[in-house]
């Protein structure tokens, strides 16, 4: 075994290069020109008729078949093709992206590329790339491939001065070449730096390695490159220091807040990377906190989508991140109270930061933090209430369809033009209720009395316009997004038409008994919406904009419905190996789109997972009600700590019995509830179906007779103290 002293290497410098070296790194520059194919998939009859129809046939298979896994969803398509991450110092505004093949992306997205080889190889690797994640999910990148008999496994993550985002960022990079043949074996590694199409091979780096040996390369590399010193060398030492104090820093930020222990290990690694991932998407620029929908790429702040990262910064338990990044979205606010970004969503914007803003407050009780921002979000409500009055105009003595709305302005990102759309509606007045129950919790009373009456007015006007507005499309009744135009519903029940109806659902605005929802998710059902449970967006899936469609089946108890969505995402909305969340992917090749890691897609994917499994229901607390049925039939527990919640903490372990058929299932009293109890507690027991039905159950001891089938409920004040749940199956 041999490891470099790479210290007495010297800097490199720029060299130079031959029209072959040329050729060869314009090949290695142009990815997708120089290797990428079409998948060529042997797709059974089931399958291309799935790709074809308007229906979900592939995930109708699937449901038939039983309850959803990740092995039953994920072997229908490719996994994500060409993965990306992203390393560095948390709310850096300078990050390094990680391409598929282990390029480090810098400024620009401009690539420090490693080639083996003298002339390079295009790529210099053989067969396939493996990756993963250090520890399974902290933010530093393993990637490993093989060229020439020789293994090679690079290591790279983010590094600044203590780490503090105030201080010049650095990638540092470990390669390592392991020759793992019977004799001895040559490296040469060439450093590129290139942005397309032209670029630069470096001086290489040599070393002799001898059979089953290694050599170390270690490298430092900043964002703003120098052409003349591409990349500084380091010691071990040095990269060894850095390495502990960066990994000791992410595995303590990512042990904070909930913390989740499922029988599935994958989604123990996946949710905590989500979280590191947006940590990164997150600019610290003078003093103002910008979280971007991407590093690299969606460099704007987009409100709608940086307010519900909050609001999933909020539920895990990120309190001070998520003030610190609310309190940034306010100097947003324009002079008319409303705060719209050029860049975002547009009128969405205002109610979605308005409900983030109550929601942190009902359920963190920072009530000094709370009060500080009220003359500012009262100003927003006004601005609501002031606007949407435009529109109560009575025509010929009735109310117009689109009476009590907002009048027309941008309502998404890609279709920027003035339009009246009900997902700018049902946010603001999901806002304005959110902020009304956070003013009433925090003693505000004529606040509260005036905003709660306010919404309450609000949703009538929408519920009565969306009851003019729907539409027969065939046997189905259909709700259009946007009621004047029907531009997107014209499209369909899949492309903007889903994603913009998801959002609609996604606020609650419909009650679970409400049939009016059915006028979106039928439509999804019957008419190209939905692939294996995702929202289908022309040849692909965008699969984080299906949050809003799976939490109606979660409300209205389609369990199975509800968990092919969630195994779907994993499957093909994100990397397998490292998590990574993207956009879009082209699903039949498993061909992603570069806008990854994503910071909303990483926001619906947590607040999905919250929702499997903790959610409060009115005044009512549910637990574990969209946990697999497989989780039990492991044998291993289902933990779920510190929790936030609107009546505090909440802590339990489901687990099954050591003999027979049975459960465990253990609560502890609520903390910092603030005597806080909800009216009742209602914890899902979702046994494997062969074990029968619930037959008996205790609560600390005592018998009580199953009233809702594998739902136990008990009344809230017996949090007070904790809770032990036995159960039988018969």
């Known amino acids: 075994m041999h490891t470099s002293r790479a210290g007495d290497l010297a800097p490199m410098k720029m060299n130079k290069v031959s029209s072959l070296e040329i050729f060869v790194f314009l090949l290695a520059c ?14 059974d009859a089931m399958t291309e008729r799935a790709l074809n129809s308007n229906t979900d046939v592939l995930g109708e298979r ?24 992203v390393v560095g110092v948390k709310e850096s505004p300078e990050d390094f992206g990680v391409t598929w093949d282990g390029d480090i992306e810098v400024v620009r997205r401009r690539r420090v590329s490693f080639r083996e080889g003298n002339p390079p190889s295009p790529y210099g690797l053989e067969g396939s790339v ?41 990638a540092l990079v470990r390669l390592r070449v392991q020759n793992v043949a019977e004799s001895e074996k040559k490296a040469t590694i060439r450093i590129y730096y290139y942005s397309t199409p032209f670029g630069a091979p470096d001086s290489p780096l040599t070393a002799s390695i001898p059979p089953k040996g290694y050599h170390d390369f270690y490298y430092k590399i900043p964002y703003q490159i120098d052409l003349q010193h591409l990349v500084q060398t380091i010691s071990q030492a040095e990269f060894d220091r850095a390495l502990e104090q960066t990994r000791d820093y992410w595995t303590k930020l990512l042990a904070q807040g909930m913390q989740i222990e499922t029988p599935e290990e994958r989604i123990n690694q996946a949710y905590r990377a989500w979280l590191a991932y947006n940590f990164l998407n997150v600019d ?3 003093g103002i906190f910008r979280v971007h929908d991407g590093s690299g790429f969606y460099e704007d702040v987009w409100g709608y989508s940086a307010a519900i990262y909050c609001n999933a910064l909020s539920l895990y338990g990120y309190w001070d991140e998520a003030e610190k990044y609310l309190d940034s979205l306010l100097h947003f606010q324009r002079a008319d109270g409303a705060i719209v970004l050029k860049t975002g969503m547009g009128l969405p914007d205002n109610g979605a930061l308005l409900f983030a803003v109550g929601e942190h407050y009902l359920l963190s009780r920072h009530l000094t933090w709370f009060k500080s921002l009220a003359p500012q979000l009262l100003g927003s409500c006004e601005w609501v209430a002031r606007t949407r009055a435009q529109t109560k105009v009575l025509d010929g003595g009735q109310k117009s369809l689109t009476y009590g709305l907002l009048p027309a302005g941008q309502s ?4 920027a033009s003035p339009v009246q759309s009900y997902y700018s509606d049902v946010y603001n007045w999901l806002g304005l209720q959110e902020i009304a129950r956070a003013f009433r919790e925090a003693g505000m009373e004529s606040e509260a009395d005036r905003w709660s009456s306010e919404a309450e007015d609000y949703r009538k006007d929408i519920l009565a316009s969306m009851d003019k507005a729907v539409v027969n499309v065939g046997s189905l009744k259909v709700l259009p997004v946007e009621p004047i135009t029907h531009r997107l519903m014209n499209q369909g029940g899949g492309d903007y038409y889903g994603l913009f109806a998801s959002m609609v659902l996604e606020t609650g605005i419909f009650s679970p008994a409400d049939d009016r929802s059915q006028w979106i998710t039928r439509y999804m059902e019957n008419w190209g919406g939905l692939l294996l449970g995702l929202d289908r967006f022309f040849d692909g899936v965008d699969h984080a904009y299906t949050y809003g469609y799976a939490l109606t089946q ?13 195994y779907s995402m994993l499957a093909y909305g994100m990397s397998r190996d490292t998590y990574s969340a993207v956009e879009v992917t ?5 061909l992603n789109e570069l806008t990854l890691p994503h910071t909303r897609s990483n926001t619906q994917q947590l607040r999905m997972l919250r929702m499997m499994l903790v ?15 497989a989780w039990l039939a492991d044998g291993k527990p289902l933990k779920v700590g510190r929790a936030p919640t609107k009546f505090g903490l909440v802590s339990f372990t489901l687990a099954p019995a050591e003999a027979g058929h049975g459960v465990k299932g253990v609560i502890e009293p609520l903390g910092e509830h603030e005597g806080r109890y909800p009216d009742y507690v209602q914890i899902s027991l979702r046994a494997p179906e062969s074990w029968g039905r619930l037959a008996h159950v205790t609560i600390n001891g005592q018998e009580q007779t199953p009233a809702y089938g594998e739902k136990i409920q008990f009344p809230g004040s017996q949090l007070k103290q904790q809770v032990t749940i036995l159960a039988d199956f018969r």
């Open 586 to 590: 082209h699903i039949a090749q498993g």
């Open 62 to 85: 699937v449901l038939l078949e039983g309850e959803p896994s990740f092995n039953s969803v994920a072997g229908f398509f490719p996994p994500m093709q060409r993965p990306r991450e």
């Open 615 to 629: 959610r409060e229901a009115g005044n009512n607390l549910q637990l574990a009600s969209g946990v697999p049925r």
């Open 554 to 566: 979660l409300d209205q108890g389609h369990i199975d419905r509800f968990l092919l969505t969630f």
């Open 284 to 286: 610290k620029v003078n």
């Open 30 to 43: 142009c990815p997708v020109i120089a290797q990428e194919k079409p998948f060529q998939g042997h797709f």
């Open 130 to 170: 493996r990756r993963r994640l250090l520890d399974g999910f902290l933010p530093i990148v393993e990637t490993q491939w093989e060229y020439d008999g020789l293994l090679h496994e690079e290591l790279v993550f983010g590094y600044s001065r203590n780490l503090s985002a105030d201080e010049q960022p650095f």
């Open 412 to 415: 998404g990102g890609d279709y």
